[in-house]
């Protein structure tokens, strides 16, 4: 009887202590703008350092995500905003909706890829950058000139032939709209866009859409990112992958949401994904990472990411943050299909 009693404690015990188990675990919402195929990669790295700690993605475009915690504002569900543009989350900064945060690691992150403010909200993670994707099978099929100048796809020649991302979704069409207006001034960008707008067959929800086009021959140029297009060609599309002049970039940043419900667990992530670790992680596909303490020579993803030394713009992530509701309104009126 004894025994018996003891067993039947011993179940109750166990029984009573797996939703105390359960309930351990914090459930972080994550909102992302990263490419699908590296979420579980992530999430799986993450995880394994931090078992207590579960990361639930909310994933789509930059536009969409940055518009999407625009809307939501101090009640957005999200704890922490891991792969957007950091010129969105100095916007969502502005508008209050990101908390200030000082990892222990911080200083391992170099300068010019975070926050500067006395009280910083966002860190880098790791630099894209906007290419040119060029078929150049197709182009030699049908005599297609290789561009060498953003000014060169103006020209009649790729009339209904160029592919690019809708800047109000994506934050590579956004990031490289801005690029044409910094670095040309507020006429002759919105001047140029005209013209290019007159050889452009189609805008697309996605940063990764137009290259992929371009790959597969339905446009012979896909204005898109670099690393998408360095994956693409090493899997054997016929792509050249070009950047050019004044190219378009921005970081893909980490933060804290003013939100936030579980401000602990999201301060330990924000820590890890600035990490040397997590940063050698980005570093298999970008060759500019947030983390100092990482040697990035020479381990970008694929052996075809193209040299972007001398070819970015001297962005500054502020003005693209201020005027990018103006400039998207804008575009909207002009060229939105």
């Known amino acids: 009887m004894k025994s018996f009693k003891l067993l039947a404690l011993t179940a109750l015990m166990a029984a009573t202590s797996l939703p105390s188990l359960a309930q351990a675990k914090t459930d972080l919402t994550v909102y ?13 790295a993450f995880e394994q350092d931090n078992p207590d700690i579960d990361i639930h993605w909310v994933r789509d475009s930059t536009g969409v995500i940055t518009s999407r915690l625009l809307a939501e504002g101090k009640n957005s569900p999200a704890d922490v905003v891991w792969g957007l543009a950091a010129s969105s989350l100095q916007l969502l900064k502005d508008r209050g909706l990101m908390a200030t945060s000082t990892p222990a690691n911080a200083d391992e992150i170099t300068d010019a890829y975070k926050d500067q403010s006395k009280n910083p909200a966002w860190y880098g993670n790791d630099g894209m950058f906007a290419a ?38 994506s934050g ?25 707008d007159k050889n452009v067959l189609q805008y697309q929800h996605s940063g990764s859409k137009p290259c992929a086009q371009a790959a597969t021959g339905e446009v012979v140029v896909g204005i898109s990112l670099a690393v998408r297009g360095a994956i693409l060609k090493t899997q054997g599309a016929p792509l050249d992958v070009i950047v050019l002049d004044n190219a378009g970039w921005d970081l893909e940043a980490v933060g804290i949401t003013s939100s936030s419900k579980h401000k602990a667990a999201s301060e330990r992530l924000l820590e890890w994904s600035l990490s040397k670790k997590a940063n050698e992680m980005y570093n298999e596909n970008y060759p500019i990472v947030g983390n100092k303490t990482v040697n990035t020579k020479g381990k970008a993803s694929t052996n075809n990411y193209p040299d972007v030394s001398g070819k970015k713009l001297d962005n500054d992530f502020s003005v693209m943050a201020s005027e990018r509701d103006g400039i998207l309104k804008k575009w909207g009126s002009r060229y939105s299909q």
């Open 32 to 44: 992302t703008a990263f490419e699908t195929d590296l979420l579980s990669k992530y999430k799986s």
């Open 132 to 169: 040119v994707c060029f078929n150049k099978a197709l182009a030699k099929k049908n005599n297609i000139p290789e561009p060498h100048s953003w000014q060169d796809l103006t020209k009649p020649v790729y009339k209904g032939l160029i592919s690019m991302p809708n800047p109000a979704s």
């Open 172 to 196: 590579t069409g956004y990031m490289q709209v801005s690029a044409w207006l910094q670095s040309m001034g507020e006429d002759k960008g919105w001047a140029y866009m005209d013209a290019l």
